[in-house]
Antibody, heavy 123, light 107 residues
């Protein structure tokens, strides 16, 4: 079964760029079809915010609220996809999850999710 | 963006109780409504997609219903492992958005 694992620094300084990688195992990120690869974050004690997605071909779509600062890319050779969020502030402190998304036109959901990685923005 | 409103925000119940959680999108989402369960320190887990389709491995005591702007998640007989936070999520249009969560606690 497909599993996802986030990795990256747990502490980022204000104004710097947050960079995370999600490694996919148990399946190929290039399988394409109805699957795409997303980042979702959860502020401490709060709800969930969808950040954006990347398709295996490299096409992307971002949440307009973060669009000017976010970039998601895919590396099919490593079966990984990555998140970059620039000019971070304390408001970007959150648990960051990667997740596989499915969109068959009539069936759209996120499953599975990685375990999450906590990123704190602080000097 | 479509705003998702869940009610109640928190709920205390006992093992064996029947529980219903509501989710109301600010605009119609058809049947593009998913439910997730999140336990402390864990990632969310997909329970129900398309408003009412139970995911493989999810106990049948969970059920979902509704359409457009009115959805419910029902747990027919609460088990100890069901105490968690539940989120609804619309997948009708980007940006996909989630409800604020309903925390289900043991009475």
């Amino acid at each position: 079964q497909v599993q996802l694992q986030e990795s990256g620094p747990g502490l980022v300084k204000p104004s710097q760029t947050l960079s995370l990688t999600c490694t996919v195992s148990g399946g190929s990120i290039s399988s394409g079809g109805y699957f795409y690869w997303s980042w979702i974050r959860q502020h401490p004690g709060k709800g969930l915010e969808w950040i954006g997605y990347v398709y295996y071909s490299g096409s992307t779509y971002y949440n307009p609220s973060l669009k000017t600062r976010v970039s998601i890319s895919v590396d099919t050779s490593k079966n990984q996809f990555s998140l970059r969020l620039s000019s971070v502030t304390a408001a970007d402190t959150a648990m960051y999850y990667c997740a596989r998304g499915r969109d068959s036109g009539y069936d759209r959901w996120f499953d599975p999710w990685g375990q999450g990685t906590l990123v704190t923005v602080s000097s | 963006d479509i705003q998702m409103t869940q009610s109640p925000s928190s709920l205390s119940a006992s093992v064996g109780d029947r529980v219903t959680i509501a989710c109301r999108p600010s605009h119609s989402v058809g049947s593009f409504l998913n439910w997730y369960q999140q336990k402390p320190g864990k990632a969310p887990n997909l329970l129900i997609s398309g408003a009412s389709s139970l995911q493989s491995g999810v106990p049948p005591r969970f059920s979902g219903s509704g359409s457009e702007t009115d959805f419910t998640l029902t747990i027919s007989s609460l088990q100890p492992e069901d105490f968690a936070t539940y989120y609804c999520q619309q997948s009708y249009t980007f940006p996909y958005t989630f409800g604020q969560g309903t925390r289900l606690e043991i009475k």
